[in-house]
Every structure is written in structure tokens, then in C-alpha cells.
């Protein structure tokens, strides 16, 4: 059974920094994407970063270009998105989810497996 934790949500101010860490279990892990999604409150569910099972291909929502970075360490099936310049309208439930691919995707569909979420709060 394949499972995902994430950690390292909390409450920081606007302009600070977070590192959210997602470890994985019951897959292979080194063979598959890893993606990064968030919601806020009465929001849908929106994409956020994703990577290829070997590190090399990143993508992001335009958002969080030049402040997030995706990265993975396969000996350790984690996953993790360090999140810099933060900003209030960051405040969202992050969730990482895993798909039966190599490449990475945008579309929330394409995964099949998800973590509980963490909060990230961003105060202004």
C-alpha cells in the first residue's frame, strides 16, 4: 500500500521561508513522478510543482517560479519543496502526490496517490 506524509507545514511570516518534506512508502519510489498541489479555502485544488522519478525535469505554476524548488532524494524516498519569499496568498493545505509514470504532471487527474496535506499559513 503506497503511502505519503508530508511535514513541515506552519505559520510564518510574509517573506519567509519553509521547507515541506513528503516521504514515501510501498512504491518503488525512485521510478515514479512526484508532484506538489495545494487548496486553499474554497478553492479548487491547483497545481504547484512537479518532478520526474529521476530529479532531472522540474515544472511549476508560474506563481512560485523563482521562489519554490522542487527536488527529490531517492535513497530516501522523499520529496521535498523548499519554498522561499513567501507570501500571503501561498496560505493553502499543500498535499504531494505520486503517478505510475516517469514524467511529471500539472493535471491533479494524472496522480494516484496523495498525502494527508500540511498547513501553510503566511501572515502579512
Known amino acids: 500500500q503506497v503511502q505519503l506524509v508530508e511535514s513541515g507545514g506552519g505559520l510564518v511570516q510574509a517573506g519567509g521561508s519553509l521547507r515541506l518534506s513528503c516521504a514515501a512508502s510501498?512504491?518503488?519510489?525512485?521510478?515514479?513522478?512526484m508532484g506538489w498541489f495545494r487548496q486553499a479555502p474554497g478553492k479548487e485544488r491547483e497545481f504547484v510543482a512537479a518532478?520526474?522519478?529521476?530529479?532531472?525535469?522540474?515544472d511549476y505554476t508560474d506563481s512560485v517560479k523563482g521562489r519554490f524548488t522542487i527536488s527529490r532524494e531517492n535513497a530516501k524516498n522523499t520529496v521535498y519543496l523548499q519554498m522561499n519569499s513567501l507570501k500571503p496568498e501561498d496560505t493553502a493545505v499543500y498535499y504531494c502526490?505520486?503517478?505510475?509514470?516517469?514524467?511529471?504532471?500539472?493535471?491533479?487527474?494524472?496522480?494516484?496517490?496523495w498525502g494527508q496535506g500540511t498547513q501553510v499559513t503566511v501572515s502579512s
Open positions: 510501498g512504491r518503488t519510489f525512485s521510478r515514479y513522478a
Open positions: 518532478i520526474s522519478s529521476n530529479g532531472v525535469i522540474t
Open positions: 502526490a505520486t503517478r505510475a509514470y516517469y514524467a511529471g504532471s500539472s493535471s491533479p487527474h494524472d496522480y494516484d496517490y
